[in-house]
Structure formats: C-alpha cells, structure tokens
C-alpha cells in the first residue's frame, strides 16, 4: 500500500493541474493510495508508524527539497521503503537521485528500483541533505585523529544528498557532486574575514575533508542548521549513519 | 528592498544556477582531500583518496594515492603515499610507493625513499634517498638480518 504526504505549498493553486496529471499516472500504474497534507506543526514520525501499522508498505514524499529533508530527519529510523515526488522548483536532491520532476517522476516510482542511502546524525536528530555551521570561532577534530583550526571565523558545509557548490570568486566555475554512497560525509571548510562595509564575509579557498565521525567544538554559541532547522550548539557531533533509508531512486541517480 | 546581505551560501545558488550547465567535475569514486591556504591541521592525517595540501599540516599524512602539496604548503612531519608531487616544503620522512615529483619551488628536509624520482631545477633537498630496486634491496636485506638472528637464536 502506498501512502503520499503533500506538502503544504502544493495547495497553492499554479500546482493544482501538475498534482492532478500526477494523481492521473499513479491511478493508471495502479499504485495510488491514501493522500495526507503536512503543514508545519505536524510530527511525521507518528503519523508514519501509524501508517506503517496499518499496512503501509511505501511512503511516498510529494514536494521539494525541504519537503524531503522534514520528512526523512524525522522518519529515517521508520523501516518502510521511502518514494519521492519533486514538484515546482528546489529540487536538488530529485537530480541526485535521478528523479525528474512532476509527472515524470510516477513513472520513476512505478519501476520500483530500490537503493540504501547513507544519513548524517548530529546531536541525537538525523539530517538527510544538508548540514551548515554558520561562521564563528570554533575548532574541528575529525575521526578523533586531527583537529583543524584558522585564525579567521570557519564556516562548515557537511553535504548527504544536497549538492553544495563552492565558489572562490565568480569567475571559479567548479562544481563538486556528492556521492551519497560512499560511505563518507563531505565537510566543506573556508575561512571567512567580515567585511568592513556592507556587513557579509569575505570567504577564502574551501577545504574538503572527507569523514565519518566529525565534533565542533567552540567557546561561544554558534548557530546550526540541518534539514533546515535552527538551533545554537556549543559542540556538535557528527557522525555517519550507513544505509539508514531504503529509497525509490532512478536510473539516473549520480551514485 | 534593502536587505542586509547575508552569509547564507545559499545565496550563491542564484549564480551556481547560471552555471550549472557549464562545468561539473563529478567525483566518481572520492572527493579530494583539500586542506585549503590559512588552515592548519594538527594531528595524524590519513585519507583513502587524493590529498592536496595548500595550507599547513602538522603531523603525519598518510594516502593510498597522490599527493600534492602546493608552492607555499607546510608539512612538519613524515609522509606516506602511492604517489607525490611537492612544490612546498615537507620536514619529516617520506616514503613514497611510485613516483616522486619534485618542483622548482620545493624543499624536502629528510629523508627520501622512492621507487621513481624527479627532480625540477632549483628544488632543495636535505637527507638520504633510496631509490627503486636499491630500496627494495635494503628492505630485503634488513628482513633477511633479521631471519638470520632468529634462526641463530632457535639454535
């Protein structure tokens, strides 16, 4: 049985035609099921173990990128086989997994091709695209072996399944995919001098350390985000949780 | 209309989206090792992929595959590798598997053991090398000392 969790956006009207064509190829494949909307006071995590107790043995994300990172940070230890459906724009994620967005992407589901994606955890929660530490003076030690620091405020990018592109200057055009298999998190570093007008940094060249196990550690409160949450941290850890979700891909995905 | 700019990497989608047609190198296997200019790192450091050093490493690095540390790069300690290209400075060991390029700008102080070296014009080293079969040699001249003294010992 499969059962579809909307995204809030999608009762905006310039979706109504795309939500309908999509509805029109899941019948027609037969594997249309119960549809329920999220908004933004809704826990997933129950609502999808009540599902799962019912019989649910899909659970299909319809949305965008941030759609699919509340979903699965909450849901990723529910044992069910997890779908997407991009809609609209901000789908990032979809490309990685070789998921077309709109209609195409029912036919992407009814084929069924299943692979195991690697999940970071921080701090008890688990993130599935991307995780970013603002600039701030704190200290890294990666794999408990080496710890890195910089004169200058570090900001961190750790990449799951969210691509993250770095630029030295506008002219730098070069562009690092992230393989959410390899049994590896990216953390992206660069150091960051504020500017002295007009407030923002000025950011210097990234540094790319490939790790499992990641603690940040600082004497102030530096701020956090994963999956899109905000939260002030004064350590952090880090770490990898290997092919955690059981995922719908397609033929195309990058790994 | 007038908003504060902010940190916001994101920001930078706006211009990652113009390009994102143009140019994606797309690592298959691994994502480089980078230990980016003005970043020290302290501590054994070890990497199943390529690692390119531009900044300053104090402590032993270790890979599988290349090494390349950039004109400008520091690193304070022994060294280990398929493969490497030097173009900073290194003050420790190095035990090189394959080939070692050493440019115009480099400095090695230590000692070298290599299967295949390259020396530019203008690179500066300090300390022993022991190149190709020579090494292999040593290697199996110690291990066979070594047989000899326990045999002796069983005796």
């Known amino acids: 049985m499969y059962v579809y969790l909307y995204d809030n956006f999608l009762s905006n009207k310039k979706f109504d035609a795309i939500v309908k064509s999509m509805e029109v190829r899941l019948t027609d494949y037969g594997i249309a099921g119960k549809i329920l909307r999220l908004n933004n006071f809704i826990d997933v995590k129950p609502i999808i173990e009540d599902e799962i107790r019912r019989g649910a ?139 002295k007008w007009f407030g923002g940094y000025n950011y210097e060249q990234a540094s790319v350390f490939p790790f499992e196990e990641m603690i940040i550690r600082s004497k102030d409160a530096f701020s956090v985000e994963a999956d899109g949450k905000k939260t002030k941290e004064k350590k952090i850890k880090i770490k990898l949780a290997p092919s955690r979700i059981d995922m719908v891909v397609g033929r195309g995905r990058k790994f | 209309m007038f908003q504060k700019p902010s940190s916001d990497i994101a920001l930078e989608k706006n211009l990652e989206k113009e390009h994102s047609s143009t140019n994606t190198s797309n690592s298959d296997d691994n994502v480089d090792t980078v230990v980016g200019p003005s970043v020290n790192v302290e501590g054994d450091f070890s990497s199943a992929g390529n690692i390119v050093v531009k900044g300053s490493v104090s402590g032993n690095v270790s890979t599988s595959k290349h090494l390349l540390v950039e004109e400008g790069a520091k690193i304070m300690a022994n060294v280990q590798s398929g493969s490497a290209t030097i173009s900073g400075m290194v003050k420790g060991n190095m035990k090189i598997k394959d080939t070692l390029i050493l440019t115009s700008s480099a400095k090695v102080l230590g000692d070298i053991k290599v299967k295949i070296l390259q020396v530019d014009a203008g690179a500066i080293m300090q300390g022993k090398i022991m190149m190709g079969a020579s090494s292999e040699l040593s290697e199996k001249a110690v291990s066979g000392r070594a047989t000899l003294k326990k045999r002796e010992k069983t005796d």
Not at chain 1, 124 to 131: A, D, K
Request: a positive charge; charged letters at 25%.
């Open chain 1, 57 to 195: 043995t899909t659970i299909v994300i319809v949305g965008n990128d941030r759609t699919f990172g509340n979903v699965l940070s909450r849901s990723a230890t529910c044992k069910v086989t997890f779908g997407f459906l991009p809609v609209g724009t901000e789908n990032t994620i979809a490309d990685v997994l070789g998921i077309p967005a709109n209609v195409e992407s029912c036919d992407v589901l009814s084929r069924r091709l299943r692979e195991r994606l690697d999940v970071g955890w921080v701090n008890n929660r688990y993130f599935v695209s991307q995780l970013h530490v603002y600039p701030s003076k704190i200290e890294i030690e990666y794999d408990e072996k080496f710890r890195v620091g910089s004169v200058n405020e570090l900001e961190i990018v750790v990449c799951n399944l969210q691509p993250f592109f770095w630029q030295t200057d506008k002219k730098d055009r070069n562009q690092v995919m992230v393989n959410p298999k390899d049994g590896k998190l990216e953390a992206f570093l660069r150091p960051a001098k504020k500017k």
